[in-house]
Structures are given as C-alpha cells and as structure tokens.
C-alpha cells in the first residue's frame, strides 16, 4: 500500500521561503502525477501545483505561478514544492497527493493522499 509523507511545513514571515517535501513509500510511483493541494482555514481544498512522472509537464494553480515549483525525485521516490515570496494567504495545511497520469485533474477526488504539513505566513 502507497503511503505519502509530506515534511518541511512551519512559520515564516511575509516573503520568505520554505520547501516541502513528499516522500512515497510502498511502491514507484511510476505513471502517476504527483501533486499538491492546500487547505486553508474555513475553506474547502484546492489545487496548488502538480507533475507527472517525466516532470516535463508542472502545471500550477494561478495565485502560486512564478512563485511555486514544483519538482520530484523519481529515484528517491519523492516529490518537493520549493514556495518563495510567501504570502499571509498562502497560509494553509498542505497536501501531497498522487493519482494515475491518465486520471489526475485538479479535484480532490480519486487521489492518494498525504496527512498534510502546516504552513503559517505571518505578515
């Protein structure tokens, strides 16, 4: 069984930066699009960033481009969210998630999912 576990999540002020990692275990990933969501306070979840295996195709949701990127590791199995110039509301718990190339889409359905690691922006 496909087990994810994001890390790197903490406090940090108004534009700085933090990187956050999502390491899989159980099997390779190979085929599958990895991704992130987040989840803010009061609000229902949303897409961030996703990659597919070959990493040639990062797509990301409008408010995190050129700020968010994302990127995997296939031989370590790990998929990573480098965010700079962070924003109050970029605050949220974050998710690592993953689903077959073929089926992944921006909804929270039919995924793999991570517990999730909180990231507080303070202004």
């Known amino acids: 069984q496909v087990q994810l576990a994001e890390s790197g999540g903490g406090l940090v002020q108004a534009g700085g930066s933090l990187r956050l990692s999502c390491a899989a275990s159980?099997?390779?990933?190979?085929?599958?699009?990895m991704g992130w969501f987040r989840q803010a306070p009061g609000k229902e979840r949303e897409f961030v960033a996703a990659i597919t295996w070959s990493g040639g195709r990062p797509y990301y949701e409008g408010s995190v481009k050129g700020r968010f990127t994302i990127s995997r590791d296939n031989d370590k199995n790990t998929v990573y969210l480098q965010m700079n110039n962070l924003k109050p509301e970029d605050t949220a718990v974050y998710y690592c998630?993953?689903?077959?190339?073929?089926?992944?889409?921006?909804?929270?359905?039919?995924?793999?999912w991570g517990k999730g690691t909180l990231v507080t922006v303070s202004s």
């Open positions: 998630n993953a689903a077959p190339t073929s089926t992944y889409d921006r909804s929270d359905r039919m995924k793999l």
């Open positions: 159980g099997r390779t990933l190979n085929s599958y699009t």
